[in-house]
T-cell receptor, first 113, second 114 residues
Framework: QKEVEQNSGPLSVPEGAIASLNCTYS??????FFWYRQYSGKSPELIMF????GDKEDGRFTAQLNKASQYVSLLIRDSQPSDSATYLC?????????????FGSGTQLTVLP | DTAVSQTPKYLVTQMGNDKSIKCEQN?????MYWYKQDSKKFLKIMFS???????INETVPNRFSPKSPDKAHLNLHINSLELGDSAVYFC?????????????FGPGTRLTVL
């Protein structure tokens, strides 16, 4: 079982729709959860982080965390073509004295104009 | 004002060669990382240094040797390059003590081994 699992997609949604990206993780000791966006040929950039159960909203983005189900999701409202990218879920746990991020393999999102 | 920079951006080399990638950050961060991203976009931690001390050393071939001369620099030397080493290598940095510990990534170095 992979530590962090995401559907690889591709996920296609029409412009203006809600895109829903999902992620599950295996380590119950995981503490913080991150969503990174990576455009083709570019480096990952952080768009959301969450560490408490429930929802966290930032503009058009909402992160949802359910630690009991070991599930974290990202909703993108009013999707725009500029949202087309690969979205990487990352989970932080302690590894000895270090805070280590473990990434999923990403979900490729395409927003169709 | 590049926050995390890497050189070179592209590296094409033959099997068996030795090569180095350099990383520098001007964010005042104290922790730096090397990640490898394969063709399937899977981003995997390789090493991490905190204040020049190696704190994460994942299972990678010992042909890979990181070196951090100071907090702002982290280099990666690869000996006897193999075809499977072809990937994009990302450097990242972060500041400990911040609750969410955001990692900022460099632009990546695309390594192609022929």
């Amino acid at each position: 079982q992979k530590e962090v699992e995401q559907n690889s997609g591709p996920l296609s949604v029409p412009e203006g729709a809600i895109a829903s990206l999902n992620c599950t993780y295996s380590d119950r000791g995981s503490q913080s959860f991150f969503w990174y966006r990576q455009y083709s040929g570019k480096s990952p950039e952080l768009i959301m982080f969450i560490y408490s159960n429930g929802d966290k909203e930032d503009g058009r983005f909402t992160a949802q965390l359910n630690k009991a189900s070991q599930y974290v999701s990202l909703l993108i409202r009013d999707s725009q073509p500029s949202d087309s990218a690969t979205y990487l879920c990352a989970v932080r746990r302690f590894s000895g004295s270090a805070r280590q991020l473990t990434f999923g393999s990403g979900t490729q999102l395409t927003v169709l104009p | 004002d590049t926050a995390v920079s890497q050189t070179p951006k592209y590296l094409v080399t033959q099997m068996g060669n030795d090569k180095s990638i350099k990383c520098e950050q001007n964010l005042g961060h104290d922790t730096m990382y090397w990640y490898k991203q394969d063709s399937k976009k899977f981003l995997k931690i390789m090493f991490s240094y905190n204040n020049k001390e190696l704190i994460i050393n994942e299972t990678v071939p010992n042909r890979f040797s990181p070196k951090s001369p100071d907090k702002a620099h982290l280099n990666l030397h690869i000996n006897s390059l193999e075809l499977g080493d072809s990937a994009v290598y990302f450097c990242a940095s972060s500041l400990t003590g911040i609750s969410y510990n955001e990692q900022f990534f460099g632009p990546g170095t695309r390594l192609t081994v022929l």
